[in-house]
């Protein structure tokens, strides 16, 4: 234990002892006349060798950051934090190296398939993705020839009391019948937190349903079918009860507005056409390129020659006399 802390604080004393800021005048310069690599933010020694941090390095470290880190470093004093970071991740790899990590079977096996990934993906982009073209008159004819892909599901929206109070629910409904507009009981029960989490409870506008579909919500299949049933202006004259996970509603309902099945437009589903194009498309290249790969490699497969597993009996008795 005492090795181990002494190695870490002579580390730790070299680090601090040889890592030298140096200022530049050239900050004062406009951004055009700099020459980023000469500007030298930091100076450090390991093991005797000189090491530098250039501006242009630790903008080109920033740039290889998510862009949503990158706009953390913007001013000066940021990315003055930020070349901390990299000052301790610099030493910290030479620290690595020196204990021989840079040189473990299995990290240069992990190096090694990395590096096939890219050369593959690299291939890939040159022989399929470059090589695959999609033309206006390509999107334009898979539309036509798929007009029922892009049919927009009839929608509707109502205005919904949700209770869970069966009594309260039929006051409700016979205060309705009386005369009080549905849109303003619901704004009123809202007000007085007495609508039950279903239909229509929303914050911004009570009672509002927004416009859905058939299938928008499976456990309320039974509320949305009774919905597009309705007429438009059509409002329920008894209580509409729902089980919704072992829990009993009681709903008030008027349909207020119906929109039927609609063909989409070209224009509103250019972008959907296009991707499933390129899908297509990139999959008949990739067979295509598979097939020329495979014949230049004059490829010969002998799946006959994979044994057997032993069946269950055969593996059991096998275990067995290994055990003895």
Not at 153 to 167: S, Y
Not at 275 to 283: A, F, L, P, V, Y
């Amino acid at each position: 234990m005492k090795k181990t802390i002494a190695i870490f604080v002579m580390v730790t004393v070299t680090c601090l002892l040889t890592w030298k800021f140096v200022q530049s005048d050239s900050h004062e310069q406009p951004m055009s006349a700099m020459d980023e690599s000469k500007i030298i933010l930091a100076e450090y020694k390991w093991n005797g060798e000189p090491y530098q941090i250039s501006l242009a390095d630790l903008n080109a470290a920033i740039a290889e950051l998510p862009v949503y880190r990158q706009q953390n470093y913007d001013t000066r004093e940021d990315k003055a934090e930020y070349l901390e970071e990299l000052i301790d991740e610099r030493l910290q790899i030479l620290r690595a190296a020196d204990d021989g990590f840079d040189s473990l079977a299995e990290h240069v096996k992990k190096l090694e398939d990395y590096t096939h990934q890219l050369m593959v993906e690299k291939l890939t982009e040159a022989e399929v993705d470059a090589k695959i073209l999609v033309t206006d008159e390509d999107l334009m004819a898979y539309y036509q020839a798929n007009l029922s892909e892009y049919i927009e599901e009839a929608k509707v929206r109502a205005t919904c009391i949700t209770l869970d109070d069966e009594d309260f629910a039929n006051e409700t409904l016979d205060a309705i019948k009386a005369g009080k507009d549905i849109v303003e009981v619901a704004k009123e029960l809202a007000e007085a937190g007495k609508l039950a989490n279903g239909p229509g409870t929303n914050e911004d506008d009570p009672g509002n349903t927004y416009l859905f579909t058939k299938s928008v919500s499976p456990r309320w299949a039974e509320f949305t079918d009774a919905v597009f049933a309705q007429e438009v202006g059509e409002m329920t004259d008894i209580l509409f009860e729902v089980d919704v996970n072992d829990e009993t509603f009681y709903l008030i309902f008027r349909k207020e507005e119906h929109q039927p099945d609609r063909q989409q437009e070209f224009d509103e589903v250019e972008g959907d056409v296009q991707r499933t194009i390129e899908r297509e498309k990139k999959r008949a290249r990739i067979s295509e390129w598979v097939t020329e790969i495979t014949e230049k490699g004059k490829l010969k497969t002998y799946p006959e020659n994979i044994p057997e597993p032993p069946k269950m009996e055969e593996a059991e008795t096998e275990e067995s006399e290994s055990d003895q």
